[in-house]
């Protein structure tokens, strides 16, 4: 659902991108209500807030949950990650829930570090009940709140936290507690952002996969910040990679079947399923460098925790704390899908089983 | 003998079997934050190939409680904000290749890389550009690779563009041997964040573009003066800069620690407000990072960088990286506090959905009734 967000969108409005270093708009949404707690939502690449701006996509630029909604109109199942990630069935069968923050911003006309700087804003105005950033009219006060993000949310996140930039978030006593979740988080840049940047100039390169990725291939400033270099540069500056609490990583299983989920599972988005697939091939594939489709594990995966099982790479860079928590299935395009809301994804009525994306994992960034 | 061997490794099995069955029963215990552990089954397997999951075909829940699959939680964090473990040095300023396929089926890759990330104006920006076979690891004929560059967030029309060389002139360090080179001067004009691109031709294989980004700076209008002190101070390592300052602003020095053989300790910051003119900016070392790593002094002071950060737009202007900044005095690694970090906590009234203040709030967009997982759960 994600990825197939940004790609579809990508491939309809490929113009009219925007050069803009000011602040773009964020919006902030109560999407399920709850009683544990609040829990953000931070989505990855995508414009979900400025429709007069390229790229923008109407799925979830006019549906707060659209982001996380593995929406059959899409060629999903209809399951919400922030649902899921938001709920504990109680011994009695009832249900614990937590409220679902969604916060969107436009990841496509601003480099990630922009985008950061304007979720950052929005999630001041939620901690103090104001509206600075304009993301808030309602003015909802929430002195403190859990942050579960995909794929870019997760460079925006580690921004926030490494940077020191927010203490009314991240420092003592600030709104941001718990340990930040990230599915697929491109805390080490995509580098599909890099491998397919120059897609549109080569004759023979990934020529069936052209339509379908041409939202990485689009030279948008989102991507353009995404690939491996610049996140990597921004480590080395002490930009990136310097969180000062514990951040979780679902990550990819990695291994020759981390492409896609085909030798798992069939699933309902069998088509994006395959095309990851492809993409790996296309763009080149090793066993040291193990893929969910689109972000590449052992680049993507800095960890303080590399012996853990299936654990990542431990970078010099990323001297914070990362800490390689779930090896998921679930590849890129549908980070949550069916297939593991079927085989891993259900909650008896004393547990969660956290290892599918999204269950229940709102109420581990607590 | 293969008898014994047979029987060491079937006691191998049952303790190890004990082992995990004393782990999992350990951690149910002592993680209150976890769910309730009431029996035991393995962890899932790798679940076989199946049509096409709808949301009709979730399967029943167990018919009993089974033991869910809980990841292992990280260790507490025993270290402040501004003292992070090193595991080894890496130098600011820098990035690092950024590296594509030369085309579908090549095994041949295309590796483009920013001489420095951090460019301090009238510095020239250069760029590296190779094709290099993996197999052999020798780099081939790019037959003259081209780039350019522009501002980040400027469109097509921006580019300025040129040869890459190959010829020992014009900052290629070795003539011919297929490292392809290429340096602007660009000038005021391009002073922000800065994308590059390199773009090779080859027959069979298409256009290919790479790209890299960097900051283009004049540097943030402040400088360490090379004065340096250090002390000891309740149980952490103190260590002072002066800096000249040339324009008021927030700056942030960051600085490795490392021991008298270059082992990596630690990453250190700090943030102060400065105003103009010379000053002091302290950093500190927490003790356990240094009595931990058990290395004694004296300690070197390497890869410095200070930057000029404007928070309110998300930017800085970084300044070159001073490899090598200050010996210390020779502490030693005892001298130092093993006490751990412990965030202070002084929390105010919480506010949360409950409030009183927030009864106004906007209703969910989507009420419980409507919670898919509330449909799907416990059938």
Known sequence: MRSSILITSLVVVS???????????????????????????????????????????????????????????????????????????????????????????????????????????????????????????????????????????????????????????????????????????????????????????ASNFCTSLVSWVAGWALKTPGTQSLTRSSVIGEARNGLAGKSPRWVLKITSTGGS?????????????????????????????????????VLWQFDTDPTSNPSASNGGKLRSEYTGYYWHWVASFANHSHNRNDAYVSKYGYQSASFCYPISPGTCVGQYAW | ????????????????????????????????ARPPVTALTAAPALPPAAPAAKADDL???????????????????????????????????????????????????????????????????????????????????AALPRARIRPFNAGDDAWIEAAMRDDGQGGDEVAGDHRYTASFSPGGKLLGRVLAEGVVELAKAGVRRVPQSLIYTNGPRAHLTGRWRDEPKDGHLYLSAELAVEAAGTFTMMAQLVGPARQPIALVRATDQLDAGTHWMTLRVWGKAIRDSEIDGPYEVRNVLLRRDMTERGDYDPGPTILSAHHTRPYRANDFSEAAYVEPTARGEEIGPGHPSQRNNPPPLHGDSERHSRQSIGR
Not at chain 1, 262 to 284: P, Q, T, Y
């Open chain 1, 15 to 201: 113009l009219g991108i925007a050069s803009t270093a000011e602040a773009n708009k964020t919006r902030l949404d109560i999407v399920w209500g709850g009683t544990q707690g609040t829990v953000v939502f931070i989505h990855g690449k995508g414009n979900c807030t400025e429709s007069s701006l390229g790229s923008f996509d109407s799925r979830c630029g006019n549906d707060a949950h659209g982001y996380w909604l593995n929406s059959p109109s899409d060629g999903g199942d209809g399951h919400d990650f922030m649902d899921e990630a938001t709920v504990r069935v109680n011994a009695n069968g009832t249900l614990t829930t937590w409220e679902a923050i969604a916060i969107r911003y436009d990841g496509e006309n601003q480099g990630f570090w922009s985008a950061a700087n304007d979720v950052a804003a929005c999630l001041k105005d939620l901690a103090a009940g104001t509206n600075g950033s304009g993301c808030n009219p309602s003015l909802v006060h929430r002195t403190s709140f859990g942050i579960v993000v995909h794929s870019e949310g997760g460079a925006i996140i580690d921004r926030i936290l490494s940077t020191g930039w927010f203490p009314e978030l991240t420092g003592p006593n600030g709104a941001i507690i718990g340990s930040p979740v990230t599915s697929a988080g491109a805390l080490a840049g995509a580098k599909s952002a890099s491998a397919l940047y120059g897609i549109d100039g």
């Open chain 1, 257 to 293: 079947g981390s492409c896609n989920n085909n030798f798992v599972d069939g699933i309902a988005e069998s088509v994006n399923d395959s095309k990851l697939g492809l993409l790996c091939g296309c763009v080149g594939f090793s066993s040291n460098d193990d893929t969910d489709g």
């Open chain 2, 1 to 32: 003998m293969r008898g014994e061997r047979r029987f060491a490794a079937g006691a191998l099995l049952v303790l190890g079997a004990l082992a995990l069955l004393l782990y999992l029963l350990g951690r149910g215990r002592d993680d209150p």
């Open chain 2, 59 to 141: 399967p029943p829940l167990p018919s009993e409680q089974v033991a869910p699959l809980v990841p292992d939680s990280p260790p507490p964090v025993v270290l402040p904000p501004d003292t992070q473990a090193l595991s080894e040095e890496f130098v600011p300023g820098t990035t690092e290749w950024d590296e594509v396929p030369l085309g579908e089926g090549r095994r041949e890759v295309i590796r483009f890389l920013a001489a420095h990330y951090n460019v301090i104006a009238p510095q020239p920006i250069v760029l590296y550009l190779e094709v290099v076979d993996p197999a052999t690891g020798k780099r081939i004929d």
